[in-house]
């Protein structure tokens, strides 16, 4: 009886997680997540979760993982470029990464580039929509990108090596080693990916009839992290998390006699945290501090160079009590400073504090309520009060109801602020209020969720241009945005035949409240699509991604748009069995050679090919 | 009979070739023969150039789109020059200039090499000079404001053949009595003099600062300068000797632009409005001709012209949309209002 019940509670808890193509051996071990509010705060939210099996689908650096497998539209200048997202219809600095708990957008232009990101470095990535200020603090309006390093406390010595080659010179190298006991757990990795990125424009010859290709695009991008965990006894957890890396690319070209420019990021992040829990109190306590610097060749022949640094202290002390047998309450204070300096913007320090309350509270095992209040203080501008409400209701075994209302924000960042000239210290942060209803329905191994949801976004920053010819922001605009997410998951297996089959579907209107016009590179319709099917030593998988139109110009003028586009891969791969895995695999990107740009004079390449090599031992 | 037949058609084929080519002298072919060509400079994406025809009816929004396909027009249209049939519309984001046919805009070439951030071009006996930017100080402290050069064009060819360095920044160029004289409002505050015979900068002329839009008329060079929280003022540099004089204007002018001297006047814009006054006036008019509105903060009067006894005036807009120009009646009537492409900034005239 008691066992039925625990069972019905985990599987309530694994109906919040769509998972998607789950590998088919699930090992049972003790994993600590490094985000603990996470999966408390969450259950009236969609969460698609994106495991190391689906991660190893796809093409190593984040973009093509969320481009094929969540609802959030990416804009790419050109493969492997500057990428950009709109989730549920707002702007790139209104999603936020979030990295072990730590919210990594970039304090200069507020933003996150996934191509600046090797999806493998992570255990697993989550993809929750909708707002999370409350939470995770600026950016968390869209929704929120949850990248994971989880530990696990059990005997084992696991190494994982995944090489690949493939077309335009493209090179990978991701390596993981995991040490654990009962007492101690290390992670460590490393993951390099490079590119010559000359690929050809299909169908495109310049004036005097030459093939063009890309030009000037070459990448690289280079990770490093360690994680520890010590169990100090059981109730007391350390944790270090630390992450390097370096991403070296130039910006590849409209016409091959543009000004050859090149741009360099990089980042560290170190992060230590305390976990103690005593019964009925729990203690979370964390300290990073974060690096982040770009340096920007306007000339790539020069040596000049324009540049900006930030690096922040941040300090979350998060308080735990059941207060009831079914109420949770946390008290979260979060204090952070972050020194800002470089060629465009001076050198400025800006401290910000906030407090939050959180509840949480199991009526039963079908009913699930949350609340969260935050404030947040600073010397700079106003913050409003941040809030969320959601309540989780499974009315049986196939049907979930999801309610969510919640207000978040968007800070200015730094380049707002501070731009010389330009910057303007008078913004006050972006905020929205958001509303949705989401319908979770699961029939045998099937799980289909939908939501509706509606964010009414004001104050929202526009760099326009003013006086005597200088662009500044403002906070000019009003936004409305209304869409649905669909989301479904199906996984069986006959016999030793296994199947699986994923499939987003994302409907989107964002409308600038004044114009009445769609925002521009906000695609009305996004569809991805993914099929697996395995047997004994061979796994074949098909996805698709298809983009609706989107507008280019402010005034949506219909013949200014990119068009819209289909993209399918399909890879193949084979487990030799030898070691503890040792799969060798082909993938063919862009099957169909279709002639296809997310932004326009970015195209991107045709047919092209990929093969590579787990192994895990 | 049969070979007869045949040569009497070829006659006649030979007959009609040879009077086509007699027209083809005389007249050019091309759809955009008799009208104005608007540049419209791009914003995020490529510039392009619109068209009306002088009876202002016919309007082709994006002419080099439509006759080249999806050629690669560039970024940042920032000119164009002519030279016979031909016109070079420079693309200075893209460090290109677009050769094309000037009635038919059929693509001929394009000039892709040694031009560095171009920006205005004139043409003598077969050469074209054109100022080149180079590097910015804002990406270049150490050498940024001294760079600028003039790259010198063989038309023949379409190739660089050589620079001439102007140890200054450069933006706008003039060609008068076989010399060259350059302006540039933001680091400069001489007037550039160089004689193209001899490829060399001969001595400048000190003007003042913000000096921008200049014309030449009868042996005078009438150079519009706008200086920030100062007068306007028309600096009139007598070409011969070199001398300079001055109509400075009311403070209700200020931030004057545009100059352009048509009949015997000369026209300039202060914000959205347009005045005039006497080539030969000592005072400038503060009653102006025609207002336009205008949402544009930064794009007011981005570009401008009058010719054929009409106003233009080009809208910026917000550089993110297509924008608007209009044309007026040289005595400020409304005729024709048009939505060209992003950021439209000059005319250019076809007659």
Known sequence: ?617 | MKFSKLFLVALSISFFVSCSNDDDSNEPIGAYTHGVLILNEGGSGQGSVSYIGNDLSSFTQDVYGTVNGSDVFGKYAQSIFFDGDNAYIIAGGSNTINVVNRYTFKLIAKIDSGLKNPRYGVVKEGKAYVTNGNTYSYANPASGDTDDYIAVINLATNTVDSKIELNATANRIVLENGKLYITEPYSNDKLLVVNPSTNTLETSVNIGSSADTMEAKDGVLYVLRSPYGGRSEIVKVKLSDKTISKVTFPEALDGASNLDIYENRIFYTVETAVYAMNIIANEASVTSIVNYSSTSAYGKMYGFAVNDNRIFIADGGDFTANSKAYIYSITGTLQKELTVGVGPNGFYFNN
């Not at chain 1, 100090?232 to 991403?247: D, G, H, R, V």
């Not at chain 1, 308080?319 to 470089?342: A, E, H, P």
């Open chain 1, 1 to 617: 009886m008691t066992l039925q019940k625990l069972f019905l509670c985990f599987s309530l808890c694994v109906c919040q997680f769509i998972s998607a193509q789950n590998d088919s051996i699930t090992k049972l071990k003790e994993v600590v997540v490094s985000d603990n509010n996470f999966k408390k705060f969450s259950t009236s939210q969609s969460v698609l979760k994106l495991n190391d099996s689906i991660i190893n689908k796809n093409e190593a650096l984040l973009t093509d993982l969320l481009n094929f497998n969540s609802v959030i539209y990416f804009k790419e200048y050109g493969r492997g470029m500057l990428s950009t997202v709109s989730f549920r219809g707002t702007t790139a600095s209104q999603t936020a990464v979030i990295w072990n708990g730590i919210n990594i957008n970039s304090q200069m232009n507020g933003s996150t580039d996934f191509n600046t990101i090797s999806a493998s470095d992570y255990n697993s990535i989550n993809v929750k929509a909708g707002g999370g200020s409350v939470i995770y603090g600026s950016g968390a309006i869209g929704g929120t990108v949850h990248l994971n390093n989880d530990l696990s406390f059990n005997n084992q010595f696991d190494n994982s090596l995944k090489l690949y080659y493939g077309s335009f010179n493209t090179i990978g190298v991701n390596y993981k080693m995991n040490v654990s006991n009962e007492k101690w757990s290390t992670q460590i990795g490393f993951s390099k990916n490079s590119s010559t990125n000359d690929y050809l424009y299909l169908n495109k010859y310049n004036w005097r009839g030459e093939q063009r290709r890309n030009r000037n695009g070459q990448y690289d991008v280079m990770g490093l992290n360690a994680d520890f965990g010590y169990k100090i006894n059981k109730n007391n957890i350390l944790k270090l998390y630390s992450q390097t890396s370096n991403t070296d690319r130039n910006t590849s070209l409209v016409s091959e006699s543009e000004t050859k420019s090149k741009y360099i990021n990089g980042f560290s992040r170190n992060l230590i945290e305390y976990n103690g829990d005593f019964d009925k109190l729990t203690t979370n306590f964390k300290t990073a501090y974060i690096f982040e610097n770009y340096q920007y060749f306007a000339d790539i022949d020069r040596d000049y160079y324009s540049y900006g640094k930030t690096e922040s202290l941040i300090t979350k002390l998060d308080l735990g009590c059941q207060l009831l047998k079914s109420i949770q309450i946390n008290g979260v204070l979060d204090y952070n400073r972050t020194k800002g300096y470089g060629t465009s913007f001076g050198n400025h320090i800006r401290e910000l504090g906030s407090f939050a309350f959180l509840a949480k509270q199991q009526v039963n095992t079908k009913w699930q309520n949350e609340f969260g209040i935050r404030k947040e203080f600073n010397d700079v501008y106003k913050s409003p009060v941040l809030f969320s409400l959601g309540s989780s209701y499974a009315f049986n075994k196939f049907y979930n109801l999801k309610l969510n209302l919640s207000r978040n924000f968007r800070i200015p960042t730094y380049n707002d602020l501070y731009w010389e000239e330009g910057g303007n210290p008078d913004l006050k942060p972006e905020s929205s209020y958001q509303a949705e209803i989401g319908n979770v329905f699961s029939y045998k191994k099937i799980t289909f969720s939908q939501t509706v949801y509606y964010i009414k976004i004001k104050d929202l920053l526009r760099w326009i241009p003013g006086k005597n010819g200088i662009w500044a922001p403002q906070n000019t605009e009003k936004v409305n945005a209304c869409g649905a997410e669909t989301i479904l998951s199906w996984k069986n297996n006959y016999g030793k035949n296994y199947f699986s089959a994923n499939a987003t579907y994302a409907y989107t209107i964002s409308k600038n409240e004044e114009t009445n016009k769609q925002l521009f590179f906000v695609p009305f319709n996004k569809v991805t699509g993914a099929v697996a099917y395995a047997h004994s030593k061979i796994s074949i998988n098909y996805q698709f991604l298809y983009n609706g139109f989107v507008y280019t110009r402010s005034d949506n003028d219909p013949k200014e748009i990119i068009d819209d586009y289909m993209v399918s891969n399909i890879g193949i791969d084979y487990d030799l069995k030898f070691l503890s895995s040792f799969k060798l695999g082909f993938q063919i990107l862009n099957v169909f050679n279709k002639e296809y740009q997310s932004l326009e004079d970015r195209p991107m390449p045709g047919r092209n090919y990929n093969m590579y090599l787990i192994l895990k031992f």
